[in-house]
């Protein structure tokens, strides 16, 4: 193996990025805030620092695994940090089309409860640079089947990750003294789950748990380190995205399946949240309708 640090694949279709591996030795690459339009896995194997992502702030240490979906903001704070970065658009790995076989989504990714990063273990970091190395070699010596074989790895190496973020308890030294998470939090996750495209409002929850909607603020802050409005209004732009992504809708019928009557309003409620119009997403994304079952 050389001791090059890049190896990049472009699809020859459009000439924009299609899949990335890169080793990194200093903070230069993530010190601005990042708005990829492809997924970003980034571990940091040394050194520790502040992440900003989503309205929120995360202290992580060494051997941090953060994960990214397309257009989620973030950016580390950092004096030191070394690791491995890998990014891959969706047309290259759709994790929607291979979400039974590699249950990456709501794990890795659009999880709106748990932090975006966990702790490598040195199983699993065994595991990953096996992976990693089988990955550069592959993109060096591309043989029958490139595309292919680099997304059999890939799917192996987000099952590994998905299995021991699964397995850790969330990770948020922000909140380690506090007790286990109250039941109403989990009567929150499934209502918002269930009425999301109708329920915009904290006080609309507040109402149907049958709690002060300053209590429920309170709990909700406290427990998952964001705002009542932060969390519908994550759930909203995950369907968004998926639905953009996912199906040839139009942005207006989009706007009303998920409670928007204005489909200008939901488009400026899109763009504030994501920095770019929904037609926007959908043509530096991808269109994966073909591909999904």
């Not at 279709?13 to 890169?22: D, T, Y």
């Not at 030191?80 to 047309?91: E, L, M, R, T, W």
């Not at 992976?131 to 550069?136: P, W």
């Amino acid at each position: 193996m050389t001791d090059q640090t890049s190896f990049t694949l472009i699809d020859d279709q459009n000439g924009n990025l299609a899949f990335k591996i890169f080793s990194f030795e200093d903070n230069s690459y993530f010190d601005h805030l990042q708005r990829n339009n492809y997924y970003s896995l980034i571990w940091v194997k040394e050194g520790e620092g502040d992440l900003k992502t989503n309205f929120c702030e995360y202290h992580f240490e060494p051997d941090s695994f953060f994960s990214f979906a397309p257009y989620q903001p973030f950016l580390f704070s950092s004096k030191f940090i070394k690791g491995v970065a890998i990014y891959f658009h969706s047309d290259f790995f759709c994790i929607h089309r291979h979400h039974t076989e590699v249950t990456c989504n709501g794990v890795l990714f659009n999880n709106i409860y748990d932090t975006p990063f966990f702790l490598v273990d040195k199983n699993l970091e065994a595991t990953l640079n096996a992976i990693l190395e089988q990955i550069k070699a592959e993109i060096q010596n591309p043989g029958f089947a490139q595309y292919e074989l680099l997304i059999s790895f890939m799917k192996i190496f987000l099952i590994a990750a998905s299995r021991s973020k699964s397995q850790q308890q969330p990770y948020m030294p922000h909140l380690k003294n506090t007790k286990k998470e109250p039941s109403i939090l989990q009567n929150l996750k499934d209502t918002i789950e269930k009425e999301f495209k109708s329920k915009h409002a904290p006080s609309d929850y507040a109402l149907t748990l049958n709690i002060s909607l300053n209590a429920l603020t309170k709990i909700t802050k406290k427990h998952f380190n964001k705002t009542l409005t932060s969390l519908i209004t994550e759930r909203i732009i995950i369907e968004a995205k998926r639905e953009l992504y996912l199906t040839n809708k139009s942005v207006k019928e989009l706007a009303y399946e998920l409670g928007y009557d204005d489909e200008y309003y939901f488009s400026r409620f899109f763009k504030k949240n994501v920095n770019i119009s929904p037609q926007m997403y959908r043509e530096t994304v991808g269109f994966g309708k073909a591909e999904v079952n």
